[in-house]
C-alpha cells in the first residue's frame, strides 16, 4: 500500500530520529509482537560466548520481554530464536492450505464473477444514459435561467439537486470494480498456497509485515508464541478440514438425477 520511503518518513515523525531497517537482520521478529502477561513488546538480544581453550566464539540469539517499567518486572522467560522460528515455521504451517482447494475456490469465484460481472455492465450502461439525461437537463436548466424562466433562488435549488443525483451515480459507477477484485482475490490465493515459500525468501522486513498480516492477535508467554489467525484463513482451514473429514470432491458427480 505504500513505499519504503513513505514507509521510513513515517517511522522519523513517530519515532523522532532516523529509522533503520536491516535486510539481514538475525532477529527478525522483535519489536511488534506483545508480552501476554505484561503488554511490553518482545525485543532481541545477542550474546557471544568466548572459549578460553580454543579461543573461538560462538554467537546465541534470543527474544524476551523488554519488561518495561523496573518496578514492575516480568517474570517471562528468555526463548532462543531458533526454537522461536521454530514456532513460527509451524503456525505457517497450521495455515497452509491444500493447493487443491484452492484451485477449486478459485474455480468458484470465477463463475461467481462472470455472472457479476454481466451485471455490472448492464448497471453501467444504465448509469451511462442516466448521466446523459442528466446532462440535457442541466443544459436546459441552464437555458431556462438564461431566458428567465427561474428566479435565482429556484436555479440554484434546482441544480444542487442534479448535482446530488449525478454525485450519487458517479459515487456508484466507482463501486464497480469486480475486475480488480478477481485480481486481488486471485492474489490473495496464490498468496496463500505459497505462503511458506514466500515467507522465507522475504527479507527480515517483510517476514515482520507478513506474519502481521496473517494475524489478528500476536502474543508471547511461558516460551510460546501465540498467533490467532484471521477469519479468511480460519474459513479456508475449516473447509479444507470438512472436504477431508467426510472424503467429498469439491465438485458434484454427475448423475442422472
Not at 143 to 160: A, H, P, R, V
Amino acid at each position: 500500500m505504500i513505499t519504503w520511503a513513505e514507509f521510513d518518513r513515517v517511522q522519523d515523525i513517530i519515532g523522532g530520529k532516523k529509522y533503520k531497517k536491516d535486510d539481514n537482520d538475525p532477529l527478525p521478529y522483535k519489536g511488534f509482537i506483545r508480552c501476554k502477561e505484561c503488554g511490553h513488546i518482545i525485543t532481541g538480544e545477542k550474546h557471544t560466548k568466548k572459549y578460553k581453550k580454543s579461543g573461538k566464539e560462538q554467537t546465541f540469539y534470543y527474544y524476551r520481554c523488554s519488561k518495561g517499567q523496573k518496578d514492575n518486572l516480568c517474570k517471562q522467560p528468555y526463548l532462543k530464536a531458533d526454537v522461536f522460528n521454530a514456532q513460527v515455521d509451524e503456525y505457517l504451517s497450521s495455515i497452509e492450505v491444500d493447493p487443491k482447494l484452492i484451485d477449486w475456490v478459485r474455480s468458484v469465484l470465477k463463475r461467481q464473477n462472470a455472472e457479476e460481472l454481466g451485471y455490472d455492465r448492464k448497471q453501467r450502461e444504465l448509469q451511462t444514459k442516466r448521466l446523459n439525461d442528466l446532462s440535457t437537463r442541466k443544459e436546459m436548466l441552464f437555458k431556462m435561467k438564461i431566458e428567465g424562466l427561474y428566479s435565482s433562488e429556484d436555479f440554484e435549488q434546482k441544480k444542487q439537486a442534479l448535482l446530488k443525483e449525478e454525485e450519487d451515480i458517479k459515487s456508484m459507477s466507482q463501486r464497480g470494480r469486480l475486475e480488480y477484485w478477481e485480481g486481488v482475490i486471485n492474489d490473495s490465493l496464490d498468496f496463500v498456497t505459497t505462503l511458506k515459500a514466500k515467507f522465507y525468501n522475504a527479507t527480515p522486513a517483510t517476514k515482520r509485515m507478513i506474519l502481521e498480516a496473517l494475524s489478528s492477535n500476536l502474543f508471547f508467554e511461558n516460551k510460546m508464541l501465540e498467533l490467532d489467525p484471521k477469519t479468511s484463513f480460519i474459513l479456508l482451514k475449516e473447509a479444507e478440514k470438512a472436504a477431508s473429514d467426510e472424503k467429498i470432491s469439491f465438485e458434484p458427480i454427475n448423475s442422472a438425477i
